[in-house]
């Protein structure tokens, strides 16, 4: 087992109060995996991914733990964590066109960036690192501002994997990116994966039809709770939460022509954080929805490694 | 034709005294008609939204004409009272220290300042139902007390409560959750029942398909490809279209590989063909059928 995530509580402090952002999250990735994490925006996963590495100011750990490859990360410590960063740990931010230090030449960036975490810079190892995700081993000698989006983008993915960590958090990646270098940086993620670089990744993304692509397993997340875990292939061919099917359904492909097939979204919108509903979550805006629902469902294992939390599922 | 664009070209000036310059769109050509959508696809720096902000006056053309109903573009009220934009982020397009519904205020101020109070209102709210919002649920609110969609589809009211004919959507899903990205889709395609003419600009394949008559597709600033939705996506013949198509992630069918190997005009990087009509209203520019190897 990689990665256990165990009752993880995280919260943002605001005026208003608590704002329930992670509520009891708990889920496991095996060594080599790659976990798609989607879901609407404000439904946690990107809270998730920067409660594994670094909380902001206003995050706070209310409870549960992570634990990577068999130790504890301190993730409400920010000092403690700080070993973990990079080595164990490592995050290519959303906005990874902003990234780069804009008065150094990335070269000497690398460098410093390696000399901070006391480690020497590798040429040899960079530049071939460089050749993985087909990037000119010039570019070490550009400014960021030389690049384009979509190889800063890369430059970013080189940098985050240099030292080799146990798990990468991909936050919304491509999300900036044209569709052909989308799949480009996408095919390069998987190729870090396969080349041992990372042992396990989790994708953060909005874009369900991607991460079947890259995800082995995705995990649907709505308003900080896990909704639906399963193979991507389950995922997207047999889902069983109702959020997910309406999700999935929601989806434009490629050949479906609004004048042939009408696709609907999901009516509503997800209930405030701050003083979320008792019971199901989705309650609100869910087509299936009974008494029952007033309960809490709990996450229920209905075949082998297919987790949802539903009572009618 | 509605809206014509005639060879229409424009030139940036760059360089630190602007003594390069760049062509970031360089003789398009199509046209929209009434109560008809066309997308208009590309990639980022394909021109795809220089287009949009030429057609909306927003920026000067350099060569070539864009009219509408024949009437050259001018960044003129009685213009705008047809001819209206949405663009891609809505939550910037609000002032946050008014309340959202400040926008429909503004476009009676100077618009129909004779109409009376009651009576704007009652277009306000019809307005806001045409979009398919419930107006006791938006109007008097903040803007960050509603949804993007939401505010969203109060722009596209917003257009709607004038006299338009013709909008020009600039990426407006693209900030958008999937969940509630499709009901604006829809929506655009309710409106061009009413006999409305959309330009859909976006980066997304899957969206222009679902939406569009016609379709257009950009490369750096030209019409690579350009006709009927359905051949265009369904028998591409540029290669470029054929690697976008093949790039867009699917559901249920694994990523194609279908780049094209073999030698083109596109691939040696060269520019490419002029715009001939390869089949009826689909039109294609590739030197392939002139005699290209491929």
Redesign the interface.
Known sequence: MSLRVSELRVYYRTLKGDVKALDDVSFTMRDGEILGLAG??GCGKTTLGKSLIRMDGRMRHMGGTVELDGRELPIGDDRRMNEFRFHEVSLIPQYSMSAMNPTRKIGKMVGELLGSRGVALDRAELESRLDLVELPRKVLDNYPIELS?GMKQRMVMVISTLLNPSLLIADEVTSAL??????AV?KALIGFRDAGFVKSMIFVT?????T??IADTIMVMYAGKLAEKAPAKVM??APRHPYTK???N?????????ADK?????AG?PPSLLDPPAGCRFRARCPVAGDECGQEPPVVEVEPDHFVACWKA | MMLQLDNVTKVYKVGAFGGKTFAAVDGVSFDVRSGEVVSLIG??GSGKSTIGKMILGLTSVTAGSITVDGVPVKAAKEYYRHVQGVFQDPFSCYNPVFKADRVFQLIKESYYPQVSAAEWDGRVRSAIQDVRLDPGQVLGRYPHQL???QLQRLLIARALLLDIKLLVADEITSML???????V??LL?ELKERGLGVLYVT?????G???AERTVVLRNGTVVEMGL?DKV?GDPLHPYTR???A??????A??EDAEPTDTCRYHAGGASGALFEADADHFVACARLDGCPR
């Open positions: 609407e925006s989006g044209d569709v052909s270098t989308q799949k996408a909005h874009d369900l039809a991607l079947s692509h997207v061919t309406l999700l999935i929601s989806l434009p492909e490629v050949g479906v022509r609004h009408k696709l609907s979204g999901i919108s | 990639e980022s949804s993007g969609g959750d999937a969940s509630t990205r499709i009901d889709l829809n395609a980066h997304d394949l899957s969206l398909n679902y939406l939705t996506f690697k976008l198509l790039a867009v992630p699917r559901l249920n694994p990523w």
